[in-house]
Structures are given as structure tokens and as C-alpha cells.
């Protein structure tokens, strides 16, 4: 299992939102993840700010999305939800 600081490390980023947002969902979600999910949760953070705060907010491009491993629009769908 990744470390649970490094983790909230890497969610620390230049957009004020994706610091709330990114922080909100490992405190409340981060442990019931499986393995899969970690994975793509990690995926998720190597994105650039701007193009993850956009998948995030649901304004991405539609293909964008569509391009998307199926775990990282599940997982998606769970941050949003925070």
C-alpha cells in the first residue's frame, strides 16, 4: 500500500480547488480504495492541474473523457462527488 502521506503530498497542487477537492476525497475515500483504483487515482495525479481540475469539474472535452481506462472515469465520478 502507498504511503497515505505521500499520497496527500502529491495532491497538494497550484490550483486552490484541486488542493480542497484532491484532499477531501484521500481522507474520506483513499483507505477503501483497491488496488486498481490507487492506480488510477495515481494516474490521475500525474495530470497537469488545469486538464485534471477541468476532468473534475466535468468541462473536459467529451473525447477527453471518453479516452479515460474506465477505472479513472469510476474514480472521476468519486472525487466529484466529494
Given at each position: ?18 488542493d ?8 474520506r475515500h ?6 486498481d ?11 497537469p492541474?488545469?486538464?485534471l481540475?477541468?476532468?473534475i ?11 479515460m ?5 469510476a ?8
Open positions: 500500500m502507498k504511503n497515505i502521506e505521500r499520497v496527500r503530498w502529491r495532491c497538494r497542487r497550484g490550483l486552490l480547488e484541486l480542497i477537492v484532491l484532499g477531501r476525497f484521500v481522507e483513499y483507505a477503501t480504495l483497491d488496488e483504483e490507487r492506480e488510477a487515482f495515481e494516474a490521475l495525479l500525474d495530470m492541474d488545469n486538464p481540475w477541468d476532468m469539474a466535468g468541462r473536459a472535452e467529451r473525447e477527453a473523457q471518453e479516452a481506462p474506465d477505472e479513472q472515469l474514480l472521476l465520478e468519486k472525487i466529484r462527488a466529494v
